[in-house]
């Protein structure tokens, strides 16, 4: 039955992205805010459907955590859940992501729209510095940049280095920066078909305030996203256990010595 839900789900969410695509195109050239609300509509409708159709809901925690204006938000990335959530949380998000997605047809125009920042990977030092030079632009007029610091979907379980744009992203911008905890990749794994029913958490933590060094703040991020992601996502295969489906994912694997946070320079 889980199969038969989540095929449903992926070709209704895949009917109602193109017809929306293709409806929303006038707005290209209207005000960004016209975007921005298409794409929170759209967004919200991919929420509806697989709560609909697979169960599969969300609750927010720590929402006071989230400063009033301008503030970096950065998120454990373990599903493509994740990458919807926020324009249901959050006033007006910017996502800092990869370059290659604006090449998709019609939702890279929408995401250019929007203001979403791209990172060129094949330069990363000039990357960086667009990066810092982007998001104080979308700083200064109150947005909320998402960032995912391990630059890809983890597995619950495991365990990646973080990227060096956070830190460097934290030491340009001097706003505050809070994390965020989540177990989405109990319930929708970043490369299984399968949908679990089940409510997701998404775990707004106490902000980082600017002024630490790139070190200090590198270990203290990741170490607080860590720590509540994993009792997030014992609390989510707990969820699982009475349909016979807990215990599926890896135990978090040790920090090698190369994943460690590099001392800044």
């Known amino acids: 039955m889980t199969i038969l839900r989540s095929a449903l789900f992926f070709a209704a969410a895949i009917l109602w992205s193109a017809v929306l695509a293709i409806a929303f195109l006038p707005l290209l050239i209207m005000p960004r805010r016209w975007v921005h609300k298409a794409t929170r509509f759209w967004l919200c409708g991919i929420l509806a459907l697989v709560a609909a159709i697979c169960g599969l809901r969300y609750r927010v925690a720590g929402a006071e955590n989230l400063p009033a204006g301008a503030a970096i938000v950065a998120s454990k990335h373990q599903s493509a859940w994740d990458t919807f959530v ?18 998709i047809p019609l939702i890279g125009w929408y995401m250019r729209k929007v203001g979403s920042i791209g990172i060129d990977r094949n330069a990363r030092v000039h990357a960086l510095k ?9 700083l200064a007029s109150g ?6 610091p ?3 979907r983890v597995a619950p379980g495991d365990e990646r280095p973080y990227r060096a744009g956070i830190a460097a992203l934290y030491e340009a911008a001097s706003v505050p920066v809070v994390p965020v905890a989540l177990n989405s990749g109990i319930f929708w794994g970043r490369r299984s078909f399968r949908k679990h029913p089940g409510l997701i958490t998404l775990a707004f933590l106490p902000p980082i305030a600017p002024g630490l060094d790139r070190r200090t703040f590198a270990s203290t991020l990741r170490a607080r996203i860590e720590a509540e992601s994993r009792r997030l996502a014992a609390e989510a295969e707990a969820q699982l256990a009475p349909h016979g ?13 190369e994943d460690k946070v590099k001392p800044s320079r």
């Open 143 to 148: 947005r909320q940049i998402v960032i995912f």
């Open 245 to 257: 489906q807990a215990g599926t994912h890896p135990a978090p694997r040790p920090v090698d010595s």
């Open 150 to 152: 391990e630059g890809t």
């Open 86 to 103: 926020f324009h249901q949380v959050l006033d007006d998000p910017v996502y800092v992501m990869k370059r290659e997605l604006f090449r």
């Open 130 to 138: 667009m990066i810092a030079l982007d998001a104080k632009r979308a």
